[in-house]
C-alpha cells in the first residue's frame, strides 16, 4: 500500500467526513439501494419499498440526495403530474461500495 503524504491523508480525511455525513444518515443507504435495484421510481413506490420510513424523512433523504447529485428527480407533467426519483451516474458508482460494505458487515458483524 502506498504511504500518503500529510496532504493526501487528510485530503481523504475530509473527504470521508463528507461522505459518511450524507451516507450515514439513517435511511439514506436504504433509500440509495433500493433506487439501485428497482430503477425510476415514484414516491409511493420507494415509500412502500422502504418499510418503516416516514413520508417526511424520505422527502428529507430524497432532496438531500438530490442536492448532492447522487439522485435524480423527473417531474412529468401529466396529467396527472408525477414525480420519479433514479440514480445519477454518481449514485450507481456507488453501489460496488456498498456491495463490499454488505459484504464485509455479513462476515464481520
Do not use: N
Amino acid at each position: 500500500m502506498k504511504q500518503l503524504t500529510h496532504h493526501e491523508c487528510v485530503a481523504a480525511d475530509v473527504a470521508l467526513s463528507k461522505a459518511f455525513g450524507l451516507l450515514g444518515k439513517r435511511w439514506t443507504a436504504v433509500v440509495l439501494g433500493t433506487l439501485g435495484a428497482g430503477g425510476p421510481t415514484g414516491f409511493r413506490e420507494l415509500s412502500r419499498a422502504v418499510g418503516g420510513i416516514s413520508d417526511s424523512v424520505l422527502s428529507d433523504r430524497l432532496t438531500e440526495l438530490t442536492q448532492a447529485g447522487l439522485v435524480t428527480r423527473t417531474v412529468d407533467e401529466g396529467p396527472p403530474i408525477s414525480v420519479t426519483y433514479a440514480l445519477s451516474e454518481r449514485g450507481a458508482a456507488l453501489m460496488p461500495a456498498f456491495d463490499q460494505i454488505s459484504t464485509w458487515a455479513q462476515e464481520h458483524l
